[in-house]
């Protein structure tokens, strides 16, 4: 199994910044991606940033030019720093991990974080 903790959420001022993290544990053979999703009261869950194995990144447009997601690969770690935040950037912000671990078989398995919560108001 797999756990990932996250941390880093709180409230901040419009224009302000946060920084999240995200750690995994377990039994991990290697990190196929890390990413950052968020959820808005009544509203489906998307994608803000990934970055892949390779160093690949990609952004949803909203975030773009705001928003760097990076990551350490002998901490398993990813981060996501979050500048000139928006109240609309408000929402509960969950790591992602897919990972491919080996026991009996090969198997590429998804992990979510326990979710964080970030909002941006005055």
């Known amino acids: 199994q797999v756990q990932l903790v996250e941390s880093g959420g709180g409230l901040v001022q419009p224009g302000g910044s946060l920084r999240l993290s995200c750690v995994a544990s377990?039994?991990?053979?290697?990190?196929?991606?890390m990413g950052w999703y968020r959820q808005a009261p009544e509203k489906q869950r998307e994608l803000v940033a990934v970055?892949?194995?390779?160093?690949?990144?990609n952004y949803a447009d909203s975030v773009k030019g705001r928003f760097t997601i990076s990551r350490d690969n002998a901490k398993n770690t990813v981060s996501l720093q979050m500048n000139s935040l928006k109240p609309e950037d408000t929402a509960v912000y969950y790591c992602?991990?897919?990972?491919?671990?080996?026991?009996?078989?090969?198997?590429?398995?998804?992990?979510w974080g326990q979710g964080t919560q970030v909002t941006v108001s005055s």
């Open positions: 992602h991990f897919r990972i491919v671990q080996r026991g009996v078989a090969w198997a590429v398995n998804d992990y």
């Open positions: 377990g039994s991990i053979f290697s990190i196929a991606s």
């Open positions: 970055v892949t194995s390779g160093g690949n990144t």
